[in-house]
């Protein structure tokens, strides 16, 4: 991994990939396990960023990817598409709540997250959007606009869209901090009203992700959603990270039975090849003309077909091998082994299914259990704005004696390193 590494320094940006420490580089994976390029094996708690819900190299996943290379790798998905396309087009609309089934698909989460906000201006006509503080929603310029967090748009801020305003995001452990947000979007709407950048577009993460891992308190989402009427505003809910199953149910927003006006999926939808989807209403969607042979949004691996049978497959393991049950037993698994850590300074655990964050109290510790847990064969990452919260996002299909052996490898992590 060190010689890979001096050899990717000389020919990838520097802002890319951290030299210090060197990162082990992989070269297989199966299931929750990943192998790097010394022999060593690890427990994998990050699945790939979320990406392997149903497991790395999962046998159908892998079996369609082939099947379909074989038979045709690319189309032209916005001319004469590929007829995968139209099958992950209708279970999309099979398995999003509501009546929601109208999709652009992209190449990536974050350009799904523009598509979606694309939609929003179609539709209202008004540019401005509501975002939330330490939200995540991708780099690219649209969806960077939206992303709280200031050292990733510092740099970009000059060519940045300046309508977007951010609102505190409420925390379920926070009394009042639900209607205090309410309150905060309601005016933020208002004030908007008569600028330039009037509110077309409310944009949230139904569970925060990278900005911390934060369920917000029960009937938010739905008083939200009361504040967004469809016609002037559009509610937007980014389930990148936490959609395809992730917490349990398909989507987060499941939870509080509320419909956003578009859906943003990515990440787990296809379990392996870039892939995401705006997933919205047909009264949402109505904004867009119809094409006359010139689409004013696409690309041209829009509707890729492999990476379309690739989702097909993902979605299909997912509900045929019960990982929405098996996601929601597990994370109550291990919310309640950390809740144990509470008196080695862990804050208390929160999350949904398989997205569980566990805080950890002192600076740059989170990241040195992390550094600690990598050497002992666990893969967990940091996240939050300060890198405070553990991040337990395993594949849903880990076995039992895997995720036992990776929480205690975590647990003497947080016991050795305890101020």
Same mark, same amino acid.
């Given at each position: 991994?060190?010689?890979?590494?001096?050899?990717?320094?000389?020919?990838?940006?520097?802002?890319?990939?951290?030299?210090?420490?060197?990162?082990?580089?992989?070269?297989?994976?199966?299931?929750?396990?990943?192998?790097?390029?010394?022999?060593?094996?690890?427990?994998?708690?990050?699945?790939?960023?979320?990406?392997?819900?149903?497991?790395?190299?999962?046998?159908?996943?892998?079996?369609?990817?082939?099947?379909?290379?074989?038979?045709?790798?690319?189309?032209?998905?916005?001319?004469?598409?590929?007829?995968?396309?139209?099958?992950?087009?209708?279970?999309?609309?099979?398995?999003?709540?509501?009546?929601?089934?109208?999709?652009?698909?992209?190449?990536?989460?974050?350009?799904?997250?523009?598509?979606?906000?694309?939609?929003?201006?179609?539709?209202?006509?008004?540019?401005?959007?509501?975002?939330?503080?330490?939200?995540?929603?991708?780099?690219?310029?649209?969806?960077?606009?939206?992303?709280?967090?200031?050292?990733?748009?510092?740099?970009?801020?000059?060519?940045?869209?300046?309508?977007?305003?951010?609102?505190?995001?409420?925390?379920?452990?926070?009394?009042?901090?639900?209607?205090?947000?309410?309150?905060?979007?309601?005016?933020?709407?208002?004030?908007?009203?008569?600028?330039? #950048?009037?509110?077309?577009?409310?944009?949230?993460?139904?569970?925060?992700?990278?900005?911390?891992?934060?369920?917000?308190?029960?009937?938010?989402?739905?008083?939200?959603?009361?504040?967004?009427?469809?016609?002037?505003?559009?509610?937007?809910?980014?389930?990148?990270?936490?959609?395809?199953?992730?917490?349990?149910?398909?989507?987060?927003?499941?939870?509080?039975?509320?419909?956003?006006?578009?859906?943003?999926?990515?990440?787990?939808?296809?379990?392996?090849?870039?892939?995401?989807?705006?997933?919205?209403?047909?009264?949402?969607?109505?904004?867009?003309?119809?094409?006359?042979?010139?689409?004013?949004?696409?690309?041209?691996?829009?509707?890729?077909?492999?990476?379309?049978?690739?989702?097909?497959?993902?979605?299909?393991?997912?509900?045929?091998?019960?990982?929405?049950?098996?996601?929601?037993?597990?994370?109550?698994?291990?919310?309640?082994?950390?809740?144990?850590?509470?008196?080695?300074?862990?804050?208390?655990?929160?999350?949904?299914?398989?997205?569980?964050?566990?805080?950890?109290?002192? #600076?740059?510790?989170?990241?040195?259990?992390?550094?600690?847990?990598?050497?002992?064969?666990?893969?967990?990452?940091?996240?939050?704005?300060?890198?405070?919260?553990?991040?337990?996002?395993?594949?849903?299909?880990?076995?039992?004696?895997?995720?036992?052996?990776?929480?205690?490898?975590?647990?003497?992590?947080?016991?050795?390193?305890?101020?």
């Amino acid at each position: 991994s060190i010689e890979l590494a001096a050899r990717l320094a000389r020919v990838e940006s520097r802002n890319i990939t951290a030299a210090s420490p060197p990162p082990i580089f992989w070269t297989d994976a199966v299931g929750a396990a990943v192998r790097d390029a010394d022999g060593n094996t690890y427990v994998d708690l990050t699945a790939g960023f979320g990406v392997a819900h149903a497991g790395h190299a999962n046998p159908a996943v892998v079996g369609a990817i082939a099947a379909q290379s074989a038979r045709l790798a690319h189309g032209l998905g916005d001319v004469h598409p590929p007829e995968p396309k139209v099958r992950l087009l209708e279970r999309l609309a099979d398995i999003t709540p509501g009546d929601l089934g109208v999709s652009i698909l992209a190449g990536s989460g974050a350009e799904a997250v523009e598509a979606a906000l694309k939609t929003a201006v179609m539709r209202t006509g008004r540019p401005g959007i509501i975002a939330f503080e330490h939200a995540y929603h991708g780099l690219t310029y649209g969806a960077l606009a939206a992303t709280w967090r200031a050292d990733f748009r510092a740099p970009f801020h000059r060519q940045l869209f300046n309508g977007v305003r951010h609102v505190r995001f409420p925390d379920a452990s926070v009394p009042g901090s639900g209607r205090e947000a309410i309150a905060a979007v309601r005016r933020a709407l208002v004030e908007a009203e008569h600028t330039e #950048t009037p509110i077309g577009a409310v944009l949230i993460e139904p569970i925060l992700g990278r900005g911390g891992l934060r369920v917000p308190p029960a009937a938010f989402l739905s008083e939200l959603r009361a504040l967004c009427d469809g016609d002037s505003t559009l509610l937007i809910f980014d389930e990148v990270y936490t959609g395809c199953g992730r917490t349990g149910r398909w989507f987060a927003c499941d939870y509080e039975a509320t419909v956003p006006d578009v859906l943003v999926i990515g990440k787990a939808l296809s379990g392996s090849i870039g892939l995401g989807a705006a997933v919205g209403t047909p009264d949402a969607m109505s904004g867009w003309p119809a094409s006359t042979g010139e689409a004013i949004h696409t690309s041209t691996f829009l509707g890729n077909p492999v990476a379309c049978a690739a989702a097909l497959a993902q979605l299909d393991q997912i509900e045929q091998c019960g990982l929405l049950e098996r996601s929601t037993r597990l994370g109550a698994r291990i919310q309640k082994r950390a809740r144990t850590w509470q008196r080695h300074g862990v804050g208390e655990v929160r999350g949904r299914g398989l997205i569980q964050g566990v805080p950890i109290s002192g #600076t740059g510790r989170a990241l040195r259990i992390a550094d600690a847990c990598l050497r002992h064969g666990v893969l967990i990452l940091a996240e939050g704005s300060d890198a405070e919260v553990l991040a337990i996002t395993p594949p849903a299909v880990i076995t039992d004696a895997q995720l036992d052996a990776a929480l205690d490898v975590i647990e003497h992590a947080i016991r050795a390193g305890n101020p």
